[in-house]
């Protein structure tokens, strides 16, 4: 199978992927130098070094780790334009982009520099691409809950546009009903909900998001697989997956692209779609995983149509653009 061959005009929605996690190493090794941050890496090499990931917690240590270089709203802009270049190069037409403002109000940061930044972005690449994108502020689920009412309270109270809430890092332990107060405000405020469940975690957690949290995707959602009656409720209420090939093979949640059950998830009938989650710690944005499935499943250009119309179907955006898109 040919992996560099172009993916065509397939118009995508990109819909997991945590613009933090779209930090290049070299853009990290530029902030650094900029504000004469010490990074404790001699170079890229000896920081790719560390991209060696055993699990979701040894990628989340240098994940917040790298974070310490974005302090401004202009660092936040260039983030978020840099991604969004490379998600339209990559065949995004609109992306719905998670933000955790926690890992950044605990360094002085406050919500609104973030938001300001990102949403600067949004609208200058928007400008030059005819991209769109929203943003989904995401709770960690390994701080605690009052944290997590506080920015909300910010995040509500700054003003800016936000799709949804979500809900990331470290999974195992932090079941999602600890933050059924939390999602209940924000969805009676008017945002849109998700949360990563059974990417390390059981299959319950994914239960609890739909059932306490009441989401409307779930984001990862392998261990859904392990539970008929899951996976049932799923396919019923076309509640859709947010998949992340190369983020579960660099993170060990499965053992190869092979073993990404890509099949089996289709013929569960669940809507499922393929995002790239931390691009530039995994291995690459939409089209690198796109490619990747390709080369390991002989991906016709039906299977590829069907991701696409389903990353449409998936988003949140308004039913006419959806309509055109389709
Ligand atoms: N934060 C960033 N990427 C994540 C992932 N794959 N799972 C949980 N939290 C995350
Ligand atoms: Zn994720």
Same mark, same amino acid.
């Given at each position: 199978?040919?992996?560099?061959?172009?993916?065509?005009? /397939?118009?995508? *929605?990109?819909?997991? #992927?945590?613009?933090?996690?779209?930090?290049?190493?070299?853009?990290?090794?530029? $902030?650094?130098?900029?504000?004469?941050?010490? $990074?404790?890496?001699?170079?890229?090499?000896?920081?790719?070094?560390?991209?060696?990931?055993?699990?979701?917690?040894?990628?989340?240590?240098?994940?917040?780790? @790298?974070?310490?270089?974005?302090?401004?709203?202009?660092?936040?802009?260039?983030?978020?334009?840099?991604?969004?270049?490379?998600?339209?190069? !990559?065949?995004?037409?609109?992306?719905?982009?998670?933000?955790?403002?926690?890992?950044?109000?605990?360094?002085?940061?406050?919500?609104?520099? #973030?938001?300001?930044?990102?949403?600067?972005?949004? !609208?200058?690449?928007?400008?030059?691409?005819?991209?769109?994108?929203?943003?989904?502020? *995401?709770?960690?689920?390994?701080?605690?809950?009052?944290?997590?009412?506080?920015?909300?309270?910010?995040?509500?109270?700054?003003?800016?546009?936000?799709?949804?809430?979500? $809900?990331?890092?470290?999974?195992?332990?932090?079941?999602?009903?600890?933050?059924?107060?939390?999602?209940?405000?924000?969805?009676?405020?008017?945002?849109?909900?998700?949360?990563?469940?059974?990417?390390?975690?059981?299959?319950?957690? #994914?239960?609890?998001?739909?059932? #306490?949290?009441?989401?409307?995707?779930?984001?990862?959602?392998?261990?859904?697989?392990?539970?008929?009656?899951?996976?049932?409720?799923?396919?019923?209420?076309?509640?859709?997956?947010?998949? *992340?090939? $190369?983020?579960?093979?660099?993170?060990?949640?499965?053992?190869?692209?092979?073993?990404?059950? /890509?099949?089996?998830?289709?013929?569960?009938?669940?809507?499922?779609?393929?995002?790239?989650?931390?691009?530039?710690?995994?291995?690459?944005?939409?089209?690198? @995983?796109?490619?990747?499935?390709?080369?390991?499943?002989?991906?016709?250009?039906?299977?590829?149509?069907?991701?696409?119309?389903?990353?449409?179907?998936?988003?949140?955006?308004?039913?006419?653009?959806?309509?055109? /898109?389709?």
């Amino acid at each position: 199978t040919d992996t560099t061959a172009p993916l065509g005009r /397939l118009p995508f *929605c990109e819909l997991h #992927v945590h613009i933090e996690g779209t930090l290049e190493p070299a853009t990290i090794f530029e $902030l650094a130098a900029a504000k004469d941050i010490r $990074l404790p890496y001699a170079d890229e090499a000896e920081l790719a070094a560390l991209y060696d990931f055993s699990d979701l917690q040894s990628f989340l240590d240098l994940y917040y780790a @790298n974070m310490q270089v974005l302090q401004t709203e202009d660092d936040f802009e260039a983030l978020g334009a840099a991604y969004l270049r490379r998600a339209g190069a !990559a065949g995004v037409v609109h992306a719905e982009m998670f933000v955790d403002p926690q890992a950044h109000s605990v360094r002085g940061i406050p919500e609104s520099v #973030v938001l300001a930044g990102l949403h600067r972005a949004i !609208a200058a690449v928007g400008a030059e691409t005819g991209i769109t994108a929203s943003i989904i502020v *995401c709770v960690l689920r390994d701080q605690p809950v009052d944290s997590a009412e506080r920015m909300l309270d910010r995040v509500l109270e700054s003003g800016f546009a936000i799709e949804g809430i979500g $809900l990331d890092s470290a999974e195992v332990g932090y079941p999602p009903s600890l933050f059924r107060s939390v999602f209940e405000r924000a969805r009676a405020a008017g945002l849109h909900a998700v949360a990563h469940a059974g990417e390390e975690g059981p299959a319950s957690y #994914v239960w609890e998001a739909l059932d #306490v949290l009441g989401v409307e995707r779930v984001d990862h959602g392998n261990r859904a697989l392990d539970d008929a009656a899951l996976v049932a409720r799923l396919a019923a209420d076309r509640i859709p997956l947010t998949l *992340c090939p $190369l983020s579960n093979v660099r993170l060990r949640v499965i053992p190869s692209i092979a073993e990404f059950p /890509l099949r089996r998830m289709l013929d569960t009938g669940i809507l499922v779609t393929i995002n790239s989650d931390d691009p530039a710690y995994f291995g690459g944005y939409l089209d690198d @995983n796109l490619r990747a499935l390709r080369g390991a499943f002989d991906l016709g250009g039906d299977v590829l149509g069907l991701l696409a119309r389903n990353s449409v179907e998936a988003s949140f955006l308004a039913p006419a653009r959806k309509h055109a /898109l389709l």
